[in-house]
Structures are given as structure tokens and as C-alpha cells.
């Protein structure tokens, strides 16, 4: 007889329309990917990037879905997927010599957060 593989419970949270450039935020999500949620705290916490706030805020929301929705244990969490995608961009205009107009080009982006409990020692045994 084979196994069936367990269907492991994720808790997903978005952040829409961010301020901020898709790529500056990426550049964070990419550092904070597969680690625990409370490692994730932490660097966040001492990052020095604008966009660890909204990440920080996301990151809490996909948490607390787990824990409400799923019953889940915050202290059991492992970020098992982080992506941001660009969003809409304002487009203003600065007026410059001469009569001119410059472009500045506001870019907004949508960040996810997926969250999952770690595989514990038992967990891994029976997959084995």
C-alpha cells in the first residue's frame, strides 16, 4: 500500500497596493523566505529598508489567519512563500526650466505571505 501524502494547512495574507517599488521589497522577502516566524521578527525588526514595515504587517496578518482560521501555533511557523508583484503606477508631473514637465512614475506593489507549520521530527519520520 502507498502512502498518501498529508495535505499541509498554509494560512496566505496579501498586501495590496503598497508604496513602494516591487523590486526594494523583494529584495527583503527574499532574506526572510523559509525561516521561522519569530527569525523573521527579528530581522525585520533591524532591517534598515522602508519596506519592512507593510512586509512586518503582512507577515502578522498571514500569522494570525493561521492561528484563527487554522488553529494553528504561532511558534510552529515557517514562511513557506514570499513574492511581491508590481502594482499600479501613479504617474505625477515636475515642472522643470523652460516649460518643461518631468515624469515621476510612483510605483505601488501587491505583497503575499504564505505561511505553514514546520515539519517537526515525528512528521519527517513518516514521510521517510
Request: net charge positive; glycine share 4%; proline share 5%.
Amino acid at each position: 500500500m502507498t502512502k498518501t501524502p498529508e495535505t499541509t494547512k498554509k494560512a496566505i495574507a496579501h498586501g495590496n497596493y503598497v508604496r513602494g517599488s516591487a523590486s526594494k521589497v523583494r529584495r527583503v522577502l527574499d532574506q526572510i523566505r523559509g525561516r521561522s516566524y519569530r527569525d523573521a521578527l527579528i530581522m525585520l525588526e533591524f532591517m534598515p529598508y522602508r519596506s519592512t514595515d507593510p512586509i512586518t504587517k503582512v507577515l502578522r496578518s498571514a500569522v494570525a489567519n493561521a492561528e484563527h482560521n487554522l488553529g494553528m501555533d504561532p511558534s510552529t511557523l515557517v514562511i513557506s512563500s514570499a513574492w511581491a508583484n508590481s502594482g499600479p503606477v501613479m504617474k505625477r508631473y515636475r515642472p522643470r526650466a523652460q516649460g518643461r514637465a518631468f515624469s515621476i512614475k510612483k510605483q505601488t506593489c501587491h505583497i503575499s505571505i504564505s505561511v505553514e507549520s514546520a515539519p517537526t521530527e515525528t512528521n519527517a519520520e513518516v514521510q521517510n
